[in-house]
């Protein structure tokens, strides 16, 4: 598998003070069974779907306060020079929170966030090159930067990135389409102040396939999951936002069930 074109989302993990607890909600709600914790790496654990590696789970890092702030996915964008993303990241108005920092053989990480407060990651490819499954239940389908400070996102991200940006012409929502050689790759959603709580932070919403959306959201509330939005039908497939019991918050959709015509999609 060749690594993924720059830019492109390549892998996801979120940080659980509960890491059974982890294990025990997305194991049933998504599927996922899991690999040996590696200690050497803080027990950073995979997520396997059918065999393979379709995200990860790691528990807060030795003196790290892992309840000072609820768990939260984290996206990465794939790059070519993580050094080099980091200073056009800096160039750019955003912050970089931790590295460059080489993980073995696998790659080097970056964890960033854009002048609005949007947190992702980025990943120079070594050994690990991925998503090793996606678009199919139980793996990675969609992600979308969802934010109060839409402008910024919209000059930010292509200047990191070689984006392209494609506005879909729909009255109800300020969406864009973030695109890598003509291909869409990420989305970019303004947000209200009724669309978030005033405490929630600008993030990007990272969703996974199911087959059944709404028998998804049955398991995921009995196991104490929450449901925000949804689920609802769209052209794309039938979708909700929800949240698991250690507060992150994630998206479903069911992409075999879709409703309507796309969206004509316009130049930004």
């Known amino acids: 598998m060749a690594a993924l074109p720059e830019g492109t989302p390549c892998w996801a993990d979120a940080m659980f003070t509960d890491l059974e607890g982890a294990k025990a909600f997305y194991g049933d709600v ?21 065999g393979k590696a379709v995200a990860a789970i790691v528990p807060p890092m030795p003196g790290q306060d892992g309840g000072s702030a609820p768990s939260a996915w984290c996206l990465y964008v794939a790059s070519p020079d993580a050094a080099a993303t980091a200073e056009k990241i800096r160039g750019n108005g955003g912050e ?10 696998f ?24 998503f090793e499954k996606q678009g199919a239940p139980g ?12 402008a910024k996102a919209d000059s930010f991200f292509p200047a990191v990135f070689p984006y392209t940006v494609k ?13 890598v050689g003509g291909q869409p790759v990420l ?16 993030y990007v919403s990272v969703y996974f396939a199911v087959g059944d959306c709404d028998a998804t959201i049955d ?3 009995v196991h104490g999951g929450q449901v925000f939005f949804g689920p609802m039908d ?5 979708f909700a936002a929800v949240g698991d019991p250690q507060g992150a918050a994630f998206g479903i959709i069911d992409m075999g069930r879709t409703v309507g015509d796309k969206p004509v999609m316009a130049d930004a």
């Open 30 to 50: 998504l599927g996922w069974t899991f690999g040996e914790s590696t200690s050497e790496y803080g027990n950073y654990t995979q997520a396997y779907s059918d």
């Open 96 to 105: 970089v929170l931790m590295g460059p920092m080489q993980v073995g053989e």
């Open 107 to 130: 790659g080097t990480m970056v964890i960033a966030k854009d002048p609005g407060g949007v947190t992702f990651g980025v990943w120079q490819a070594g050994t690990h090159e991925g």
């Open 139 to 150: 793996s990675y389908a969609w992600a979308e930067v969802m934010t109060r400070e839409a």
């Open 167 to 179: 506005k879909m012409d729909t009255e109800q929502a300020d969406y864009k389409i973030f695109h």
């Open 187 to 202: 989305g970019r959603m303004a947000v209200g102040p009724d669309d978030l709580p005033p405490e929630a932070p600008s």
């Open 219 to 221: 398991k995921l509330t």
């Open 234 to 238: 769209s052209p794309f497939g039938r």
